[in-house]
């Protein structure tokens, strides 16, 4: 069992649950994508998840697999699920909603690239993972003073997720890969006012 945040804020990062195959092989960056059967049953789990916590807020990327979901958890709390622009995913340019094996065929410079300075290389006429983290702390910023001594939840694109919780816990943005949760995961960092720690990460790891 985890403490209850006293002099801290605990910040339940949720990766959007699986998505529909059709989208899972496409750059989605920041644009929209459907959930798979599986992906809708991890909502089930996330139900059964957060029922018994008490949530300040729950908090979302506009997209709507990130929404569909925080709605669900938040209407469940009588609550309404917060939609914040900067919690999107990174945009990716021209390569945005098209099948990665032909962005590879067609640009496989620039993807690798991307994918070598990760976190810093942008998408051809979108943006980097560092200017989307740059958006979420701008965000959070402005939550923290009134977050002290509660939970929220946070639906998050994983990219972002993980590069969102590099950053509070002082890791290079490149390293942000090592904090890959599968769709669906759950992790949660308590964040004082001098620094962050991990409080749990991959909470179902052992179940699935």
Known sequence: MLSE??????????RHPELDPEHTQRAVGDGPAD???RGRAQVLR???VTKPMTLAAVWSSPQPQCHGPARALAEARQQE?????????????????????????????AVRTFFAEFGEA??????????AVERMLTWWQEQMQQALGKSMVVVLPGTLL???????????????VTLALPAGGIGALDVFMNGSRVACWNLDALRE
């Open 46 to 48: 996330w139900l059964e």
């Open 122 to 131: 942008k998408a051809p006429g979108g943006e980097s993972l560092g200017d």
């Open 162 to 176: 993980s590069g969102f919780a590099a950053a509070m816990l002082g890791m290079r943005l490149a390293r942000s």
């Open 81 to 109: 699920a917060l939609v914040e622009a900067r919690l999107r995913d990174q945009a990716l340019g021209r390569w945005q909603g098209r099948a990665w094996s032909e962005v590879m065929r067609e640009e496989d410079g």
């Open 5 to 14: 945040p006293t002099d801290f804020c605990r910040l339940w990062l949720f």
């Open 35 to 37: 959930l798979s059967r």
